[in-house]
């Protein structure tokens, strides 16, 4: 079966409410490949109102961080359970930002993980390197750390539940992308560590998205490539004519 092909937007701290709902809107109104998901990964405080507009039904919204408790005495934090009351269906965990500003560790991110799948969340889970990492050439061993550390002793039909994003700390909001071809060695890398791990059944169906300045530009390449199922898209997310053309890049 082929894997399912994935266009998320992350939104970072970017748009109003008001702001962000006329982009949804305008997005709504393109004509796209209904077979692309299309996951809009908003400001908590907007993914209610994206949730309740009509749109088509490929158009899903996620949120860009959870904790790993569901409630209590944790001010400013967001809980698994209420994004799954508001009928949101994804949620972005371990970026890059969160790992440095943040201080996100793959253990922390290993409890987030168990938690967003208990609660029936689909976890777009980051791992990348940096560019001291990469002039290093210790980047495959890196990436596979951080899955390893974070994937713990979840099952593989847990792990099959999950989106891998890749995305190379040093092509992230910098204009600077990884070439279709170092994209294309790192998600193989990932997916035959899934073979290994939890057997080809898993390996063959978890999405792995690539993220770090894609633009319409270079799209098509990068979805061309045999192990790259979609994008994680920053900056070219928030303009409607450069995320849909990136939709319709695959
Ligand atoms: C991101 O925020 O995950 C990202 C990849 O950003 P950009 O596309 O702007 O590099």
Redesign the pocket.
Known sequence: MRRKKIAAG?W?MNTTVPEGVKIVQDLGEGSFDISVDIVICAPATHLDALNQLELPKNILFGAQNMYHETHGAYTGEIGAPMLQSIGITHV?LG???RREYFNESNEMLGKKLRTALDHELIPIF?CGESLAVRNAGAQNNHVIRQLKESFGDLEGSEIAEIII?Y?PIW?????ETATPEQAQEMHCDIREFLRSEYGSDVADYVPILY?????PANAKDIFAQEDVDG???????LKVDSFAAIVNSF
Do not use: F
């Open positions: 992350n970072k972005i970026h890059s930002e980051c994003a995305e092509a992230i909001g910098t204009g993220g770090g300045s894609v633009k994008g994680l898209v920053g900056g070219a997310s």
